[in-house]
C-alpha cells in the first residue's frame, strides 16, 4: 500500500509540475491576492459545520481573564476575521497574518463584532511576531494557521514567549488521518495539488506531536471528526497551558 501511495504521489507531483514550475519562479505569488476571496466563502461554511465546536472551544477563554482586567487575545493567521464573533464580549484583539489581502474582510468582521477592542493588525508569519512583547497576553489563538506555517516548533515557541504565565493557546486544526484508512492514502497522494490551492495548506501534518513536545503545563488535546470533506476531516482541537 506504502509503494502504491507513493507511486500516485509521484504522478500528482508530475502533474502538477506547471504549478511547482509557476512557484519556482515567483508567479504563484499572485495566489496571494486570490486566497481571500476564496477563504471567505469558505470560513462562512466552515463556521456554520464547526459552530458548536467552535462554541465549545472559545468558552474556556474566559478562565483566561485576569479579574477586573481587559483579556488580551492574539490571533496568528486571523483571516478574515472569522473567529471574531467567538471572542468574549470586551476583550482587546490583536491580530497578525502574513497575507496583507485580508484587510477589506478584516474590516468588516471588525465592524460587524463591536463588542471588541482592536488593537492592531500586524502584517507577520507565526514564526516571528517580534513585534509583540514577551508575555504581554492572556490568550493565542490559531485556527487552520499550523497546517501552512513554515515551522510548527518556532511558531509555538513564539507563541510560548508571548503568552504571560499561566495564559492559553486555543487551537483547532485538521490533522493527518489515521494510517490504516483510505482519507491517510488520499490525503497524502492529493497533497502536492491541495498545497496550491490551499495556499501553502498541508493534510499531513501531526500537529498533535509539536503541542505536546512544546513545552507546556497542560494540554487539554481531543482529536474530533470535523463534518468536511475527508481530506480535512481529522481535527484536534483544544487548549495549552502555559
Ligand atoms: C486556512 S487559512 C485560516 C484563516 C483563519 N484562521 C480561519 O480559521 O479561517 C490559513 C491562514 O494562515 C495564514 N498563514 C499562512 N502561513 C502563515 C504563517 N507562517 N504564519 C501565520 N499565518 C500564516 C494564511 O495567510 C491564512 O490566513
Redesign the pocket.
Known sequence: MALLMRFFTLVVNVLCLPLHLMEAVGLYKIY?HI??IC?YR??IS??KKMHDKKLELFRSLSEFKKPGKQLTVL?????????FKYYLAGCKVIC????PN?QKYLKTSITENDQLTYEKFLV????DMGAIEDESVDAV?????L?????IPQ?LREVHRILRPGGGFFF?EHVVADPSTWAYFFQHVLQPVWYYF????EVTRETWKHLEAAGFSDLKLRHVDAPLIFLIKPHIMGYAVK
Open positions: 496571494k486566497f481571500p477563504l469558505l470560513s466552515y463556521n490571533e496568528i493567521g486571523c483571516g478574515t476575521g472569522t473567529n497578525t497574518d502574513p497575507n485580508f507577520a508569519s507565526g514564526e489563538v490559531c485556527t487552520l494557521v497546517c501552512s506555517v513554515n515551522s511558531t483547532m490551499g495556499d501553502g495548506c
